[in-house]
Antibody
Framework: EVQLVESGGGLVQPGRSLRLSCAAS????????MHWVRQTPGKGLEWVSG????????GYADSVKGRFTISRDNAKNFLYLQMNSLRAEDTALYYCARDKNPAYNYGGPQDYWGQGTLVTVSS | QSALTQPPSASGSPGQSVTISCTGTSSDIGGYKYVSWYQQHPGKAPKLMIYEVSQRPSGVPDRFSGSKSGNTASLTVSGLQAEDEADYYC????????????FGTGTKVTVL
């Protein structure tokens, strides 16, 4: 059974940093691209970042480019999202999601999702 | 990229059908065959119901079907059941390496 379990969320002040983790199990992790997608009540679902199976190609939404860094450890079956210079508008539930393909920008879909970890940016 | 447009709500009685629309542009829905639909129950993660416009993942009932015409995609749920009451989101590939996916605004389906 495919399982994705996010962790690392919490309350953080604007301008500070946070690192999200996603533990993957139940499938061959390095066969698939991975994504981070966030959800807010007001803006709905928003794709944040994705990377290919071997981290050879990485992409970011314009809203987080230059502030967020996605990475993966295929030996440990973990996906990460380093979030720097956090803003109030980054407040959201962050989901880790698996792509159906080895490449993140090959049309998708994101076929399995974790339960999410909540990030709240507030002073 | 702007969010895809969905109606805020839709409803139907048990056994009836409901169709949800998802409108984009020629840069997303109209330009690719990569339209997906997700079901989300309160407090739960999104679940993939349809991909590549009309393909159903293993385990998804054939009551769920998808289609596309021009810049608009549609999800139809036939033979509505109580457990189909949920939020539904469409998604489309939009090309490129950055922001390659755009999601819809979401539709709350109510089973009357």
């Amino acid at each position: 059974e495919v399982q994705l379990v996010e962790s690392g969320g919490g309350l953080v002040q604007p301008g500070r940093s946070l690192r999200l983790s996603c533990a993957a199990s139940g499938f061959t992790f390095d066969d698939y691209a991975m994504h981070w997608v966030r959800q807010t009540p007001g803006k709905g679902l928003e794709w944040v970042s994705g990377l290919t199976w071997n981290s050879g190609s990485i992409g970011y939404a314009d809203s987080v480019k230059g502030r967020f860094t996605i990475s993966r450890d295929n030996a440990k079956n973990f996906l990460y999202l380093q979030m720097n210079s956090l803003r109030a508008e980054d407040t959201a539930l962050y989901y880790c999601a698996r792509d159906k393909n080895p490449a993140y920008n090959y049309g998708g879909p994101q076929d399995y999702w974790g339960q999410g970890t909540l990030v709240t940016v507030s002073s | 990229q702007s969010a895809l447009t969905q109606p805020p709500s839709a409803s139907g009685s048990p056994g009836q059908s409901v169709t949800i629309s998802c409108t984009g542009t020629s840069s997303d829905i109209g330009g690719y065959k990569y339209v997906s639909w997700y079901q989300q129950h309160p407090g739960k993660a999104p679940k993939l119901m349809i991909y590549e416009v009309s393909q159903r993942p293993s385990g998804v009932p054939d009551r769920f079907s998808g289609s596309k015409s021009g810049n608009t995609a549609s999800l139809t749920v036939s033979g509505l059941q109580a457990e189909d009451e949920a939020d539904y989101y469409c998604s489309s590939y939009a090309g490129g390496n950055n922001s390659p996916y755009v999601f819809g605004t979401g539709t709350k389906v109510t089973v009357l």
